[in-house]
Nanobody, 115 residues
Framework: QVQLVESGGGLVQPGGSQRLSCAAPSSIFNRAVMGWYRQAPGKQRELVAI???????HYADPVKGRFTISKDDAKNTLYLQMNSLKVEDTAIYFC?????????WGQGTQVTVSS
């Protein structure tokens, strides 16, 4: 079973920064579309950012200018750099990889923004 392993969540103060990582097997990382979703308590899961098989990235409006998605092909790792964090960014963050009509999900990592 393919597993995506997330890390980097935790508690951060408003205005702070945090970086999430998502490690994946090389067999699914190359030539894949990948990104991050999040789910806040009582809300539906929403797309945060997506990056294409190249380096084209797209962001949800609430995080534009604050979050940056990137990947390291040599390490088979996807990242989400989050700056200027707000209380409303509090959620469980899930990474995903879509390749050959199959979607793989990370286990989720909690990000809590609070003073």
């Amino acid at each position: 079973q393919v597993q995506l392993v997330e890390s980097g969540g935790g508690l951060v103060q408003p205005g702070g920064s945090q970086r999430l990582s998502c490690a994946a097997p090389s067999s699914i990382f190359n030539r894949a579309v990948m990104g991050w979703y999040r789910q806040a308590p009582g809300k539906q899961r929403e797309l945060v950012a997506i990056i294409s098989t190249g380096t084209n990235a797209h962001y949800a409006d609430p995080v534009k200018g604050r979050f940056t998605i990137s990947k390291d092909d040599a390490k088979n790792t996807l990242y989400l750099q989050m700056n200027s964090l707000k209380v409303e960014d509090t959620a469980i963050y899930f990474c995903y990889i879509y390749r050959l009509s199959t979607t793989y999900w990370g286990q989720g990592t909690q990000v809590t923004v609070s003073s």
